[in-house]
């Protein structure tokens, strides 16, 4: 059975930082590319950040976000700095069988509960 739990969610002012995790277990995930995706109420989920053998953000969160691995522990962190009203949404990390970079929520296999990011103003 393949599980993603994120944790590390929580509330924040505007400015602060939040560092999110994604546990990985049943598979090893260090050579699979991992993504971290967010959804606002009212709106699609979208794509936040991915990781392989490169990195690629949303051109909102460049600069202020980056997503890192750990492959002995499993994990996948989201170091989120500078935080904004507009993050606020609930942010969930996925994990795809196939290689290569993808934006879309359907191209990942495997999906976490999500946890949610508030930021206050």
């Known amino acids: 059975q393949v599980q993603l739990v994120e944790s590390g969610g929580g509330l924040v002012q505007a400015g602060g930082s939040l560092r999110l995790s994604c546990a990985a277990s049943?598979?090893?995930?260090?050579?699979?590319?991992m993504g971290w995706f967010r959804q606002a109420p009212g709106k699609e989920r979208e794509f936040v950040a991915y990781i392989s053998y490169n990195t690629y953000y949303t051109d909102s969160v460049k600069g202020r976000f980056t997503i890192e691995r750990d492959s002995a522990q499993n994990t996948v962190y989201l170091q989120m700095n500078s935080l904004k009203p507009e993050d606020t949404a609930v942010y969930y990390c996925a994990a795809r069988k196939t290689r290569g970079l993808s934006y879309y929520a359907n191209a990942y296999d495997y999906w976490g509960q999500g946890t949610q990011v508030t930021v206050s103003s």
């Open positions: 049943g598979r090893t995930f260090s050579n699979y590319p």
